[in-house]
């Protein structure tokens, strides 16, 4: 039967010089058996393959570090059964910006069929979400595009409440984010970080006064935007109230 699954594009798509970044790791709770693909079932997109490295790892202390700390509070159920995981598989991958999302659909297809296989609960570390067994079992496989699977938009509540988006990295673009926000504004910034996120999944390159690009410094001691410890080592677009 011809695969009814449509490749997931991007309509206000700009091209860029930035590189996407995929990386998903499912923690396995058999460590035995082999990965069964079914492409309508699992939803992988037609034509050429993506090309997602699918690595196995058995590192426990390496695992292990994902089920503590800033990471594992991230969770909304009990990360416990996955300390006895033998083993995990990560999905990953760099590709050019494109109109195309097939690497991400791919990703998630990759993510659904090791569900399939038992797979416990994965991350996505790009934008650090949590999926349970249900949860991407009960996506649709023909689905379209959703960047709610993809983003969001949170709010750090501290004595300056700090909003910032996550997961722009999968779509080679920067991540957003706003400093010192007035309470009364929270939900007010939230909604504008995810327009202008929405629209950047789907492929805009913003131009917008009101933002203010940093440089990418992985490599420095220090991001030049001065919030440290911070998420935002690579290019970022600062919202400026």
């Known amino acids: 039967m011809e695969n009814p699954t449509r490749l997931w594009t991007r309509p206000l798509y700009q091209p860029s010089a930035q590189r ?19 492409p309508k079932r699992h939803g992988f997109p037609p034509g050429d393959s993506a090309g997602l490295d699918l690595d196995i790892v058995e590192d426990a202390e390496w695992l292990g570090s994902f089920l503590q700390g800033p990471i ?13 995981c033998p083993r995990a598989v990560l999905i990953r991958g760099h590709f050019p910006d494109s109109a195309e999302l097939r690497a991400l659909q791919t990703g998630m297809a990759f993510l659904k069929a090791y569900f399939d296989l038992g797979a416990l609960a994965a991350i996505d570390l790009v934008a650090t ?20 699977e993809h983003l969001s938009v949170v709010s750090e509540r501290s004595d300056e409440h700090f909003c910032n988006t996550r997961g722009m990295a999968k779509f080679a673009r920067p ?15 939230a909604d504008t970080l995810w327009g202008f996120a929405k629209d950047m999944a789907q492929g805009k390159l913003l131009n917008d006064p009101r933002l ?11 991001p030049a935007h001065g919030i440290a410890p911070s998420m935002f080592r690579n290019a970022s677009l600062e919202y400026l109230l």
């Open 72 to 84: 594992a509070n991230m969770a909304d159920f009990s990360l416990e059964p996955l300390g006895k």
């Open 175 to 189: 991540e957003l984010f706003v400093r010192k926000v007035p309470h009364d504004r929270i939900q007010e910034v």
């Open 129 to 148: 979400r949590w999926w349970q067994p249900q949860e991407i079992m009960a996506l649709a496989p023909d689905r379209d595009f959703d960047p709610h």
């Open 212 to 222: 203010k690009a940093w440089p990418d410094d992985t490599d420095q001691e220090e």
């Open 20 to 38: 996407s970044f995929l990386f998903w790791v499912a923690w396995l709770d058999k460590p035995e058996a082999e990965l069964y693909i079914d």
